[in-house]
C-alpha cells in the first residue's frame, strides 16, 4: 500500500513571498499521479495541480509549481507571490497508474495548514 | 465544479440510527467515490464505484455499505450509526483530462453522530 506523508502541519508565510510545502511518498510503483489540493475554510476541495510520474517536467500553474524528485519519492509545492486567498489546507495526493481506468481512489497526506501573513 | 452535489449538507443523528447520504452528479460519470476526512487524517476512501451495480471497497469501509442502481447517483449508507463516524464526508467523480483521470470533489457532508 502506497503512503503519502507532509511533514509540516502548519506553515506561515508572509504575503507575497514564496513558500513550499513539502510532501513525500512510498510507492513500489514506477508509473504513478501525484497531485496537491487545496481545501479554503469553504470545506471545498479544490484540485491546483498534478504531475505525471513519468514525466521529467515538473509542472506549473500559473503561481504554483512543483519540485518532483522521483528517486527521493518527494513532491513539494512551491507558492510564488503568496495571496490572501492562498490560505487554506493543503493535500498531497497519489494514485496507482495501474488500475482499470480511472477506477483507483486517491491516497491522501494528512494537509499542511498555510496561514498567509499580511 | 463538475456537476456534483450532495445532500444532506449537515444532519445530526443518534448512535444505532440508520443514514444514508446521497452524491448526484449530473455529467455521466463513471467513477464515483465516497471519503471521509476527519482531523489528523486527511481524506480516506470508504468505497468507490465503477459503474452502474459495479462497487469496490476502499480502506476504511467497514461500518459503510454503497449502492450505485443509476449513473447519476452514489449512496452510502451507515447500517447503524457509530460515534466513531462522526466526519465529513466527501463524494468525488473521476474525470478525464489531457490524458489522465482527475477528481473532482462535491461540497462535503458533515454528519454528527451523538
Known amino acids: 500500500a502506497q503512503t503519502v506523508t507532509q511533514s509540516q502541519p502548519e506553515m506561515s508565510v508572509q504575503e507575497a513571498e514564496t513558500v513550499t510545502l513539502s510532501c513525500t511518498y512510498d510507492t513500489s510503483e514506477s508509473d504513478y499521479y501525484l497531485f496537491w489540493y487545496k481545501q479554503p475554510p469553504s470545506r471545498q476541495m479544490i484540485l491546483v495541480i498534478r504531475q505525471e510520474a513519468y514525466k521529467q517536467q515538473n509542472a506549473t500553474e500559473n503561481r504554483f509549481s512543483v519540485n518532483f524528485q522521483k528517486a527521493a519519492k518527494s513532491f513539494s509545492l512551491k507558492i510564488s507571490d503568496s495571496q490572501l486567498g492562498d490560505a487554506a489546507m493543503y493535500f498531497c495526493?497519489?494514485?496507482?497508474?495501474?488500475?482499470?481506468?480511472?477506477?483507483?481512489?486517491?491516497?491522501f497526506g494528512k494537509g499542511t495548514h498555510l496561514i498567509i501573513q499580511p | 465544479d463538475a456537476g456534483i452535489t450532495q445532500s444532506p449538507r449537515h444532519k445530526v443523528t443518534e448512535t444505532g440510527t440508520p443514514v444514508t447520504l446521497r452524491c448526484h452528479q449530473t455529467?455521466?460519470?463513471?467513477?464515483m467515490y465516497w471519503y471521509r476526512q476527519d482531523p489528523g487524517h486527511g481524506l480516506r476512501l470508504i468505497h468507490y464505484s465503477y459503474g452502474v451495480k459495479d462497487t469496490d471497497k476502499g480502506e476504511v469501509s467497514d461500518g459503510y455499505s454503497v449502492s450505485r442502481s443509476k449513473t447519476e447517483d452514489f449512496l452510502l449508507t451507515l447500517e447503524s450509526a457509530t460515534s466513531s463516524q462522526t466526519s465529513v464526508y466527501f463524494c468525488a467523480i473521476s474525470e478525464l483530462t489531457g490524458g489522465l483521470y482527475e477528481q473532482y470533489f462535491g461540497p462535503g457532508t458533515r454528519l454528527t453522530v451523538t
Open positions: 495526493a497519489y494514485r496507482s497508474m495501474y488500475s482499470g481506468g480511472g477506477a483507483d481512489g486517491l491516497t
Open positions: 455529467e455521466n460519470h463513471r467513477y
